[in-house]
Nanobody
Framework: QVQLVESGGGLVQAGGSLRLSCAAS????????MVWYRQAPGKQRELVAA???????DYVDSVKGRFTISRDNARGTVYLQMNSLKPEDTAVYYC??????????????WGQGTLVTVSS
């Protein structure tokens, strides 16, 4: 069983910072891409940031220069450092690993989500 568990969400004032973590567990052979998505109330889920096993990154325009995605391949963990937070960053943040190889099979795995609330 492959699982992703997020942590680090919470309530923060505008301009503040939070660091989200997402740890993979299970008999995992490899994980290529790890992705952070978010879903605000009444809105569609959107991709926030992605990182490959080689360290290449991509971000949605609205978070460029404020958010940084990183990963520790040895620990199977991905992080999202969020600085200069804005009320519009309020959302449930989800971790996703779309191409996990475990037990000779491919899995698309999602975490349970962690709520980030930014007050004005």
């Amino acid at each position: 069983q492959v699982q992703l568990v997020e942590s680090g969400g919470g309530l923060v004032q505008a301009g503040g910072s939070l660091r989200l973590s997402c740890a993979a567990s299970g008999s995992i052979f490899s994980i290529n891409v790890m992705v952070w998505y978010r879903q605000a109330p009444g809105k569609q889920r959107e991709l926030v940031a992605a990182i490959t096993s080689g360290g290449s990154t991509d971000y949605v325009d609205s978070v460029k220069g404020r958010f940084t995605i990183s990963r520790d391949n040895a620990r199977g963990t991905v992080y999202l450092q969020m600085n200069s937070l804005k009320p519009e960053d309020t959302a449930v943040y989800y971790c996703n690993a779309p191409d996990v190889i475990a037990g000779g099979r491919y899995f698309n795995v999602w975490g349970q989500g962690t709520l980030v609330t930014v007050s004005s």
